[in-house]
């Protein structure tokens, strides 16, 4: 099966400018899941669905920070507009249920640069 | 090579020796834990995982140790090998969230 696709895989854009990150789960998946590392730190929660619905955004910095899954399938997170310290690497996850049997797939990441 | 007891940024271990990494989770409420292995580009993979009624889990060429007095979480891996150089982190979620909640990460050379 395919796993968790992102794209793009790098982008750099310019203080002030809109980004937006894609994010595929694996198929049959109604869990997904958005994560960010920043800096060498610990990775961090930003926010999760379940199909559509938006379960939980707690993790979700500022309203600078959009994440959309129309239709319960790909999902965007769109950063308008971007600042410096958003620069990190966004992981997208992915699960087929929640729970102990259930483990998160995770993409390879888009690495975001903001100068 | 082992970091013992503590969490450390970093941990180098020769090729065929035991290696241990050691994380200390933050809150003793959480009853599930995982340990991911990210390799430089990609994104963090599962290895292994364990619930908090347990305090032993083995995998292949793997094991969790989970010690809930002290709130600390293990990772053995046996035989080290080259290709088990990467950043492995520990990762809790509380009862009914699955919410993960990552460590600071480890990073582990093996020296040949």
């Known amino acids: 099966e395919a796993g968790v696709t992102q794209f793009p895989s790098h982008s750099v854009i310019e203080k002030g400018q809109t980004v937006t990150l894609r994010c595929d789960p694996i198929s049959g998946h109604d869990n997904l899941y958005w994560y960010r590392r920043v800096m060498g730190k610990e990775i961090k929660f930003l926010l999760h669905?379940?199909?559509?619905?938006?379960?939980?955004e707690s993790g979700m910095p500022n309203n600078r920070f959009l994440a959309e899954r129309t239709g319960g399938t790909y999902s965007t997170l769109k950063v308008q507009p971007a600042e410096l310290e958003d620069s990190g690497v966004y992981f997208c996850a992915s699960s087929q249920k929640r729970g102990y049997n259930s483990p998160l797939h995770f993409g390879n990441g888009t690495r975001l640069t903001v100068t | 090579g082992e970091n013992v007891g503590l969490h450390l940024p970093t941990l180098s271990v020769q090729e065929g020796d035991n290696s241990i990494i050691n994380c200390a989770y933050s809150?003793?409420?959480?009853?599930?834990f995982i340990w991911y292995k990210q390799e430089s580009g990609k994104g963090p993979q599962f290895i292994i995982d364990?619930?908090?009624?347990?305090d032993k889990r083995q995998g292949q060429r793997v094991t969790v140790l989970l010690n809930k007095t002290v709130k600390h979480l293990s990772l053995q891996i046996a035989a080290t090998q080259p290709g088990d150089s990467a950043v492995y982190f520990c990762?809790?979620?509380?009862?009914?969230?699955?919410?993960?909640?990552f460590g600071a990460g480890t990073t582990v050379t093996v020296r040949a």
């Open positions: 990762a809790e979620t509380l009862p009914n969230d699955y919410k993960l909640s």
């Open positions: 364990i619930r908090s009624n347990m």
């Open positions: 809150n003793s409420a959480s009853d599930y």
């Open positions: 669905f379940v199909k559509e619905s938006k379960q939980d």
